[in-house]
């Protein structure tokens, strides 16, 4: 199970790179990054999962008996700062990009015949 | 009090950044005198570790909310500041200072000056608490705070086009690079359960597996990202040259560092890699190719500072090759010149600041004849572009020599070679930059220019005078201030053990706390102060000339003639009318490289494209170099 999470989440930063790499639209350019963080963020979860394993609380003896089911909780609190980083990241870059059809009159970081660059 | 001292230095910033931020635009005197408080409050706070730290060569440990370690298990996120965070900080912290002087009056005419004064503290703030974490997650959140803000810097004025796509190139780039350190951390957490960078240390001491070696690689790549290591620099120039002045010198004065010291901690003391001959030959490699590229592409610039920002690329490899040398000498030419940079550098880019205040533009063809008007700024680009350059007595000088010094020892004599022949471009181009903006004709329209106010000017003076400070008492700063730091690099044994106590040291080094000694000697400086004197005569004897109009070319208007400039042999009245610019100084070498100058340009082409894909390609190469040679 947590083969295919790592394998899903790094070829989730595999097509984000993909698109950093080829789009043009600068829009398309931060979907991908994003791409990338999720699947970063993604990985960092699966680090964490255990099969069968319990909430990381510790409320009753026998919470306490199956310390080693549990899930480890730090992952997902440090995939939650991480989300948060990536949505400030994102918002930001979206207001950049904002400016730039402002600016340039163009979304596209080289005039070129992509779909929906001319807006 | 002593132990809450990191806190209160990263703290006193995010505050005021808070503060400013609740202010807005309502009282400008008052926000400014907070933004100088919290920053000069942070330096304080920074200085008074120095005696406990350096003096007495203690290392200070904060535990946040007091979750101290259980059972050599670290739980909490931990603040630790030994004499390597230290010796960053401090510097780090006093151009923090001067920025925040420097700018009250150098961005009055901009709007939105209140967001400017925030993201300014928050980008501070960030380096601060990435200097004196010890947390390896932490380390990723303020360098994302870190990049985050100095992209929103970057794009500050952004009624200029070039600023919005400079910006936008910035967050590209960065954005990856943050995205490789984060996965380079998810791993090391995924196989060792911890984020506390001593317990990591102990791990990782002798620990080369796959993932490991995976995550290693990952990390060098994320943090040259962040440093502008030369496959990874083209937005560096781009962001530079758009972003205000003030802003332009924290990018190399902290931002930069704060990567330098990034990949010093993670190679140094959690990876504890230097040993290998292969890490060394990488990072001294990496350096020497980062060195020379940046500063051939500054010879062919032709604006102020966009110039400067290619030369900050080539100073950081001489950074980058003093450290990967790993003899003594080598750290302490790396460090030296890492404090050297931020100051001279620095200098220089309030400098364009103060022309760019005073005319409204950097562009080197516009301007010209400034020394006149512009005096004091003018003495003070020559002491930066001197010291840049190491011509004695200037600190430029001292950590070169050392560098040259350590590099020739280590057996790197190529190395030695390249680094001289880059510092004499380094003169070369700013003799350029000399020539065509303080010397030869002031143009019409800057007749009414006028030397820039004294709040600008005492940044700069200060600055100026520790350049000074630095190259005529080498011994005295090598003694208090760099071996200490060296010391710490070459030392990770003790910053474990102070961070997870004895016993948990204990079980991976065998030698524990037992500092080497370092004892070189400064070979070739020998009077610093005759040395001076000979300056100060060269000086006053060239503003002499320059003042009395010995350096106007004569102006003439055949520019569109057909140019003789490039034939072998010329003369007659087509050489008599071949007009050489003053950004064109360099017409022969530049003509005579044409090859390498347009394969330069070539790459630097301004798309986010290929410089995403440089740096993916430089990833691609680090893996494979790593997964082959460290074992």
Redesign the interface.
Known sequence: MTKIFILSSLSLVFVGLYGVLTRKNIVKILIALNIIETGINMLLVAFGYVEGGITPILQSDLSIANLDKMVDPVPQALVLTSIVIGLGTTAFALSLAMRYKDTHNSISIRATDEEGVNV | MTQHLPILSIISLFIGAFIVALIKEKNEMLRNTIVLIATFLSFVFTIMMYRPIILEGNILTYWMGNWEPIKDWAIGIGLEVDQLSLFFGLFISLSIVLSALYSFRYIERETGKDKYYVLFLMMSASVMGFIFTGDL?NMY?MI??MT?AS??LT?FR????EA??A??KY??IG??GS?LI??AT?II??QF?T?NLAQLAGELYNNYTAITIFALALMIVGYAVKVFAVPTHFVAPDAYMVAPSSISMLFSGIVNKAAVYGILRIIYVVYQSMNLSSMQFLLVFWGTVTMFIGVTMALAQHDFKRLLAFHSISQIGYVLTGIGLTTALGITGGLYHALNHTLFKGLLFLCAGAVFYATGTTDLDKLGGLAKRMPQTTLIFLIGAFSISGIPPFNGFVSKWIIYQASYEAGYAPVTIIALIVSVMTLASFIKVAQSAFFGQLPKEFKNVEEVPLSMRIPMWIMAILCIVGGIVPSTVTKYLITPAANAVMNSAKYVEVMMGKEFASKFYSNLGSAPVIDYKLAGYWQPIAWLILFGILLLAFTLVAVLGGFNPKKFSYADEEDAKYDVFFSGESAEFSHVGGSDLFWGLKYQFRHYFDFMHKIHSG???DY??SV?LTAAVILLYVFTFVR
């Open positions: 997650f959140v994302e705070i985050f992209v929103a794009a952004n009624d200029r086009p919005v796509e910006g936008f967050i590209a954005s990856i995205s984060l996965l998810v957490y995924a359960h984020l798309l986010v494209n995403a894909l993916v």
